[in-house]
């Protein structure tokens, strides 16, 4: 597994390398948001980690860019800790969210999670149909009329979970364990913001959704 680490904290980026190299992980390294883009243009990557505040252009600016090309999981590092900060770093396309300073146990825990779900391969039918939406869970890829929309890792993952499981309400603190497999402690409006843009994407009118079902109260559903 191929993996970008960006941050202009040069100390920080050569000691991530060194344990995610011990891992058995190929580990390539930027210090600016500029060079972050071009290298994931070109690099191949199967993971980034992207800190939020860097010269050029700072981490957001990077992630949406990235995102223009390219559905590689993102994984955001930042000083800052304001659950704003978070949800405009979904906003712009992040997959998880890492606050500084960190353990680096925590760190690769959350790499191996991200890691483990963009490439692990169905189990059962590989696809799965419910009006004009599509899912092939072999290639990871959600299609509407025949269209591939782009979606990120944890927007499919959350969109496979909801759609293998029709009807069946999750709670916000449920869709956080089960899709990122651990509690981010209160901070459930990333759920939130997660189904906003699938509906987004996914839903002929967004504001009114055929698929993607609030259970007031409650949480979220799938209407099959």
Not at 11 to 35: H, R, S
Not at 143 to 166: C, F, H, Q, S, W
Request: aromatic share 8%.
């Amino acid at each position: 597994m191929k993996i970008l680490v960006v941050d202009d904290e040069k100390l920080l980026v050569k000691g991530i390398k060194f344990n995610l190299e011990n891992e058995g992980y190929q580990v390539e390294c930027a210090y600016d948001g500029a060079a972050a883009v071009e290298l994931a243009r070109t690099g191949g990557f199967d993971l980034i980690i992207l800190d939020l505040m860097m010269p050029e252009i700072d981490g957001l600016e990077a992630c949406m860019r990235i995102r223009e090309f390219s559905n590689v999981p993102i994984i955001m590092l930042t000083a800052r800790s304001e659950d704003t900060d978070k949800i405009i770093g979904f906003e712009c396309g992040a997959d998880d969210y890492i606050t500084k300073p960190f353990n680096i146990l925590e760190l690769k825990a959350r790499i191996r999670a991200m890691l483990r779900r963009a490439s692990g391969g169905a189990q059962g039918k590989s696809q799965i149909t419910v009006g004009d939406l599509t899912l092939d869970t072999e290639q990871r890829v959600a299609v509407r009329d025949g269209e591939i929309v782009e979606l990120t890792a944890k927007e499919y993952d959350l969109i496979e979970l909801l759609m293998k499981n029709p009807r069946r309400v999750y709670s916000r603190e449920n869709l956080m364990n089960v899709v990122w497999g651990y509690s981010y402690a209160g901070d459930y409006r990333t759920v939130d913001v997660h189904i906003r843009r699938l509906r987004e994407k996914l839903e002929r009118q967004p504001a009114e959704p055929d698929h993607i079902m609030t259970k007031w109260g409650v949480g979220y559903y799938f209407k099959g």
